[in-house]
């Protein structure tokens, strides 16, 4: 049970709700992680901020499974259960793709790198080794692409420690966690 009551979108502060709308409008419902993030409209906003030009950096699919196995490694079930929905109904993957993200793996080579990379920035703290990041750009990815990684991180970060610090009741069907 969440360590804080989660404010309905009418409870919520009134600058808020053009941004709740929208996410609502996304998903096809207001989830808790945003309602609670409400509650500070500057964190939403920051939240959104990060998210949004993020939302462009690599492929959708790409995205989800690094949200997946950061969202393992930052240990929010929450999380893993909404990015398991966004991967399976948005991004259209299959559930082995996202089990396998889960454990910081992929059947295509240059994606488990990237997840691997992403799933050590998030366990190190951003200290990786000189030879971690030669592995990424050899895989063909760009410097670009390495710092967009590095930001889905924090990004997904951010919206991990809110959700582990208040145990945020999980709103996502988890029947389909794999």
Same mark, same amino acid.
């Given at each position: 049970?969440?360590?804080?009551?989660?404010?309905?979108r009418?409870?919520?502060p009134?600058?808020?709700?053009?941004?709740?709308?929208?996410?609502?409008?996304?998903?096809g419902?207001?989830?808790?992680?945003?309602?609670?993030?409400?509650?500070?409209p500057?964190?939403?906003?920051?939240?959104?901020?990060?998210?949004?030009?993020?939302?462009?950096?690599?492929?959708?699919?790409?995205?989800?499974?690094?949200?997946?196995?950061?969202?393992?490694?930052?240990?929010?079930?929450?999380?893993?259960a909404?990015?398991?929905? /966004? %991967?399976?109904?948005?991004?259209?993957? @299959?559930?082995? =793709? #996202? &089990?396998?993200? $889960?454990?910081?793996?992929s059947? *295509?080579?240059?994606?488990?790198?990237?997840?691997?990379?992403?799933?050590? /920035? %998030?366990?190190?703290?951003?200290h990786? @080794?000189?030879? =971690? #990041? &030669?592995?990424? $750009?050899?895989?063909?990815?760009? *410097?670009?692409?390495?710092?967009?990684?590095?930001?889905?991180?924090?990004?997904?970060?951010?919206?991990?420690y809110?959700?582990?610090?208040?145990?945020?009741?999980?709103?996502?069907?988890?029947?389909?966690?794999?």
């Amino acid at each position: 049970m969440s360590r804080v009551e989660i404010p309905s979108r009418e409870n919520t502060p009134p600058e808020t709700h053009e941004t709740l709308d929208a996410i609502a409008k996304r998903f096809g419902f207001f989830p808790n992680l945003y309602r609670l993030t409400a509650i500070s409209p500057k964190t939403l906003a920051a939240l959104v901020g990060i998210q949004t030009p993020l939302m462009k950096a690599l492929d959708l699919k790409t995205r989800e499974r690094i949200a997946l196995v950061v969202s393992e490694v930052n240990g929010c079930p929450y999380c893993v259960a909404a990015h398991t929905f /966004v %991967a399976l109904n948005l991004a259209k993957d @299959s559930p082995e =793709e #996202i &089990a396998l993200a $889960r454990k910081g793996q992929s059947t *295509d080579s240059k994606i488990r790198v990237i997840i691997q990379f992403a799933a050590k /920035v %998030a366990e190190m703290r951003g200290h990786v @080794s000189e030879d =971690e #990041i &030669a592995c990424v $750009r050899e895989a063909g990815y760009s *410097d670009a692409e390495i710092i967009e990684v590095i930001g889905l991180v924090i990004q997904f970060s951010l919206t991990n420690y809110i959700n582990n610090v208040f145990d945020t009741d999980i709103d996502f069907p988890t029947d389909t966690l794999v």
